[in-house]
């Protein structure tokens, strides 16, 4: 049932309306720059702040306060026009409309930094900012001088291209852990994981930390370009992404690589918001407005279900089983990568336990950055890194490590550069081997490197000894 809550001329032109993390609150931005909650239980919106210019981006998450009674909200506001993002936290007790008690930390941001997403890791006190051209951004308050005002610790600008950032979250970890990795995803259609890294420093600040971050995995959904939002399943840990193909709002299951929803909505400019089943059900409810109507589709199960997982959609043409690998919970495994006319890689686990298809293979993960049909497939020894060949002189070098809740993350490592002007030869063969060295007279530490030679179609052999993976 619907009820009027009241009608405030701050809300009538344009608004931002989200939720705060963890809480019933809802969080209300205004175009005169008025930053308010509404409160489910009293069923009222309470004034907080009143910011200096209209507002572009809100972010809201509940915090556990110095006693338990206590709930603190920590609120990130962007203003337009303003080079800066501004934090605030409230406690319960704040709501009074004047925001006098509130205490405020100033984000500078990058030149041409305009937020579209974010995150607030409370364990490692680290902001995560994404931009709008693709670039995202850490702030760790551990390694601030000014308490008042913290500065970009690290930048990332390779992940996304230059396409908007529109999901910045940590994967699910328990309680007194530390968040270990996060997924970030964005309008050019790719998701990626990276890990966060944490090292003590005594540098700086006491109980600082020195934190760095690395991609372990990136993949592309066929359901794109546009994600625009994921989730974990609370039941299942599946993930689950959604966003828009043209004129249809798809969720996709990244887990079991299948759709889960799928509605003519008449694409992505208007407003919508979905809220997903976290009960592995597969269901959610979308809404949308189209020609001034409110719609809902709401669906307790997926659209459909599978009764044979399918493979390659073209003939395979290589194989490739890796060597004996540890998986975080110690048990050993293998993997068995496969490659296909249809340009694309599957890495698959064999279980002995068949799955709810039937089937004892289970594919892991698909990758796509070939143009052409793949060619050959081959290990390294450790099982650490994939070599793939296709047409059109493609070589790629992929990196294969364990990522929680995915089962496996997987990264494009390098690149073969062309070795003729048109790149229109085929790699009909290659052929790895793994060296090693001393960097330095006084290291201690062995640097590995390959030997990698490759046959082309113009019946040419070229050997590459490298340590750094071009």
């Given at each position: 049932m619907w009820r009027i809550v009241g009608q405030f001329e701050a809300l009538r032109s344009s608004s931002i309306v989200t939720h705060a993390v963890g809480s019933n609150l809802i969080l209300l931005g205004g175009n005169d720059g008025t930053m308010s909650f509404y409160e489910k239980s009293i069923n009222k919106v309470l004034p907080v702040m009143h910011l200096k210019a209209k507002l572009a981006f809100l972010y809201a998450l509940k915090l556990h306060g110095d006693h338990p009674e206590i709930q603190v909200h920590v609120v990130l506001a962007v203003c337009i026009g303003i080079p800066a993002a501004y934090v605030y936290r409230f406690s319960d007790n704040d709501h009074c409309g004047d925001g006098d008690t509130s205490q405020r930390t100033t984000l500078n941001l990058p030149a041409s930094f305009i937020v579209t997403g974010s995150c607030y890791l409370p364990e490692l006190r680290t902001w995560v900012l994404g931009s709008r051209n693709g670039v995202i951004a850490f702030y760790d308050e551990s390694m601030s001088h000014r308490d008042s005002e913290l500065e970009l610790c690290i930048l990332l600008t390779d992940v996304h291209g230059e396409d908007a950032i529109t999901v910045i979250q940590p994967l699910p970890y328990r309680?007194?852990?530390?968040?270990?990795?996060?997924?970030?995803?964005?309008?050019?259609?790719?998701?990626?994981?990276?890990?966060?890294?944490?090292?003590?420093?005594?540098?700086?600040?006491?109980?600082?930390?020195?934190?760095?971050?690395?991609?372990?995995?990136?993949?592309?959904?066929?359901?794109?370009?546009?994600?625009?939002?994921?989730?974990?399943?609370?039941?299942?840990?599946?993930?689950?992404?959604?966003?828009?193909?043209?004129?249809?709002?798809?969720?996709?299951?990244?887990?079991?690589?299948?759709?889960?929803?799928?509605?003519?909505?008449?694409?992505?400019?208007?407003?919508?918001?979905?809220?997903?089943?976290?009960?592995?059900?597969?269901?959610?409810?979308?809404?949308?407005?189209?020609?001034?109507?409110?719609?809902?589709?709401?669906?307790?199960?997926?659209?459909?279900?599978?009764?044979?997982?399918?493979?390659?959609?073209?003939?395979?043409k290589s194989m490739a089983t890796s060597p004996i690998l540890m998986k975080d919970n110690g048990a050993k495994t293998k993997y068995i990568a496969t490659g296909a006319e249809d340009t694309t890689i599957r890495i698959w686990s064999f279980e002995e336990q068949r799955g709810e298809t039937g089937s004892p293979f289970r594919?892991?993960?698909?990758?796509?950055?070939?143009?052409?049909?793949?060619?050959?497939?081959?290990?390294?020894?450790?099982?650490?890194?994939?070599?793939?060949?296709?047409?059109?002189?493609?070589?790629?070098?992929?990196?294969?490590?364990?990522?929680?809740?995915?089962?496996?993350?997987?990264?494009?490592?390098?690149?073969?550069?062309?070795?003729?002007?048109?790149?229109?030869?085929?790699?009909?063969?290659?052929?790895?081997?793994?060296?090693?060295?001393?960097?330095?007279?006084?290291?201690?530490?062995?640097?590995?490197?390959?030997?990698?030679?490759?046959?082309?179609?113009?019946?040419?052999?070229?050997?590459?000894?490298?340590?750094?993976?071009?």
């Open positions: 309680d007194g852990d530390q968040p270990s990795h996060i997924l970030t995803a964005g309008r050019d259609g790719h998701y990626a994981v990276h890990e966060i890294v944490v090292k003590s420093s005594s540098t700086l600040r006491e109980n600082s930390n020195v934190i760095t971050t690395h991609t372990v995995h990136c993949s592309t959904p066929p359901f794109g370009p546009n994600i625009e939002g994921a989730a974990f399943d609370s039941q299942t840990q599946e993930l689950i992404l959604w966003g828009f193909r043209s004129k249809e709002f798809v969720v996709w299951n990244a887990t079991k690589d299948m759709e889960t929803m799928n509605v003519d909505c008449g694409g992505a400019h208007r407003n919508w918001c979905y809220n997903p089943c976290k009960d592995g059900s597969n269901g959610g409810t979308f809404v949308w407005t189209k020609a001034s109507v409110y719609h809902v589709h709401s669906q307790t199960e997926a659209s459909h279900r599978v009764l044979s997982s399918g493979g390659h959609g073209r003939e395979i594919c892991l993960g698909t990758f796509t950055k070939h143009t052409t049909g793949i060619q050959q497939l081959r290990w390294s020894a450790d099982g650490s890194l994939l070599f793939s060949a296709a047409g059109c002189e493609e070589f790629f070098v992929w990196r294969v490590q364990p990522v929680p809740l995915l089962g496996i993350g997987v990264v494009c490592e390098a690149t073969c550069p062309q070795v003729t002007d048109d790149g229109d030869l085929r790699v009909m063969d290659f052929a790895v081997t793994e060296v090693s060295r001393y960097p330095g007279e006084h290291q201690n530490f062995t640097e590995r490197g390959y030997i990698i030679s490759i046959v082309y179609s113009d019946s040419s052999l070229r050997v590459s000894n490298s340590f750094s993976l071009w």
